[in-house]
């Protein structure tokens, strides 16, 4: 089965520590995107690729890294320097960016600062 | 002001109810219009994909878009519990799949 997948389901962090969440696709899509969801809140961009070894910010880029060292996946580094982590974290893809195709969504990872 | 301004609900309806969900937005430079079904705990899954104005119907769900009055609507006949979830709009200038700005999305209760 093609599908985008996210781990942890579920991660707890202690403060000021570092930690990343991965996001891997078999669908064989060009471009990669990082959303983060909080409570009653629409999507917020943190990163994008649109191809291997190139990434932009999006809107909330501040306190996050990412790579795209393999089309497949994208892993999202969470870092001390995000002041306010805990959230819903949403992994994206697209078949070829700037396309008339639209994102298809994994299941998210929940992050939770103790 | 944000760009896109979707009530938060919840919208509570009864089984076998039409159900309207709206989104409006800001940006006339918007294009591209989608409506994703979010269930608790789980990624967004896309419902609907329209370009530009006019409806667009696929079984139980109609897409609407008024670019002149900057508004968005998603129609759900004969409501299912299994319908329960929250709804986000989403849209994009030049194209379907980048950079998507959503609503804050209505969350819908379909009761038995």
């Known amino acids: 089965d093609g599908g985008i997948t996210q781990s942890p389901k579920y991660l707890f962090r202690k403060e000021g520590q570092n930690v990343t969440l991965s996001c891997e696709q078999n669908?064989?899509?060009?471009?990669m995107y990082w959303y983060r969801q909080d409570p009653g809140q629409g999507l917020r961009l943190i990163y994008y690729?649109?191809?291997?070894?190139?990434?932009q910010k999006g809107d909330i880029a501040e306190g996050y890294s990412v790579s795209r060292e393999k089309k497949e996946s994208f892993p999202l580094t969470v870092t001390s320097a995000q002041k306010n982590p805990t959230a819903f974290y949403l992994c994206?893809?697209?078949?070829?960016?700037?396309?008339?195709?639209?994102?298809?969504f994994g299941p998210g990872t929940r992050l939770t600062v103790l | 002001q944000k760009e896109v301004e979707q009530d938060p609900g919840p919208l509570s309806v009864p089984e076998g109810a039409i159900v309207s969900l709206n989104c409006t937005y800001s940006?006339?430079?918007?294009?591209?219009f989608m409506w994703y079904r979010q269930y608790s705990r789980k990624g967004p899954e896309l419902l609907m994909y329209?370009?530009?104005?006019g409806n667009k119907e696929d079984g139980r769900f109609t897409a609407q878009v008024d670019k002149s009055s900057k508004y968005i609507s998603l129609f759900i006949r004969d409501s299912q519990p299994s319908d329960s979830a929250t709804y986000l709009c989403?849209?994009?200038?030049?194209?379907?799949?980048?950079?998507?700005?959503f609503g804050g999305g209505t969350r819908l209760m379909v009761k038995p």
């Open positions: 994206a893809s697209i078949r070829e960016a700037g396309r008339q195709d639209t994102q298809y």
């Open positions: 669908l064989n899509h060009d471009a």
């Open positions: 690729s649109q191809i291997v070894n190139d990434f």
């Open positions: 940006n006339s430079a918007f294009q591209y």
């Open positions: 329209t370009y530009s104005s």
């Open positions: 989403a849209m994009s200038y030049n194209n379907a799949g980048n950079m998507l700005t």
